[in-house]
């Protein structure tokens, strides 16, 4: 049974910067796409970033340039790194990962991340 922890989250002045964490435990993510959602509260979940088994990445239009997404050396962590963040950028963070043959998702538990002066 794969499990994910995010970790990472906590309060951050606007400016700041956070990295969040995504740890997996019974297996690693190299074959798999993971992607970093998050949900502002009373709002529905939105997708923030995404990493391909192939280390090819992509971003939300509103975290661009702003937002990084990278994998560990050891393939079972994947972060992402938070900067310039602002009040929008409150929400719970979740990572997910999805596995091929078979097809199997797995979603972490989250983390909340509040921008606030």
């Known amino acids: 049974q794969v499990q994910l922890v995010e970790s990472g989250g906590g309060l951050v002045q606007p400016g700041g910067s956070l990295r969040l964490s995504c740890a997996a435990s019974?297996?690693?993510?190299?074959?798999?796409?993971v992607t970093w959602y998050r949900q502002p509260s009373g709002k529905q979940r939105e997708w923030v970033a995404v990493?391909?088994?192939?280390?090819?990445?992509n971003y939300a239009q509103s975290v661009k340039g702003r937002f990084t997404i990278s994998r560990g050396p050891n393939n079972n962590l994947v972060s992402l790194q938070m900067n310039a963040l602002n009040p929008e950028d409150t929400a719970v963070y979740y990572c997910?990962?999805?596995?091929?043959?078979?097809?199997?998702?797995?979603w972490g538990q989250g983390t909340q991340v509040t921008v606030s002066s």
């Open positions: 019974g297996s690693t993510f190299d074959r798999a796409q």
């Open positions: 990493i391909t088994p192939g280390s090819n990445t």
């Open positions: 997910a990962a999805h596995f091929y043959n078979p097809v199997r998702d797995y």
